[in-house]
């Protein structure tokens, strides 16, 4: 992380970090952890396409699938994510 240019925004019912790369480091981020203390921190997904096919393949098959259950599965794909939604293509 990059810590100077890195900012923090508070307001009555939300609060945004904005978090900046420091040079040199490439890629998405697949996660990010918060908590009020290192030993309570807990984990949230970004939003991207292998997230989202990992979560709907554990919600639409939680236990060991069998491979005709796996081949039933929607194909999913992120197309688009902004601040105001996410359109996302299932076929």
């Known amino acids: 992380l990059l810590s100077p240019e890195s900012s923090i925004s508070i307001s ?3 609060a945004v970090v904005g ?5 040199g480091s ?3 981020w697949d996660s990010f952890s918060f908590g009020p203390e290192p030993s309570a921190l807990q ?5 991207s396409e ?5 979560f709907l393949g ?4 939680p236990s060991p699938c069998s491979q005709s259950a ?3 599965q929607p194909l999913i794909e992120v197309l688009d994510v902004t601040e105001d939604r996410i359109q996302i293509r299932v076929e």
Do not use: S
């Open 12 to 14: 009555a019912h939300n």
């Open 19 to 23: 978090l900046v790369k420091a040079p």
């Open 26 to 28: 490439t890629g998405l």
């Open 43 to 47: 984990e949230r997904l970004f939003v």
């Open 50 to 54: 292998e997230n989202v096919d990992g």
């Open 58 to 61: 554990t919600a639409l098959c």
């Open 70 to 72: 796996l081949e039933r």
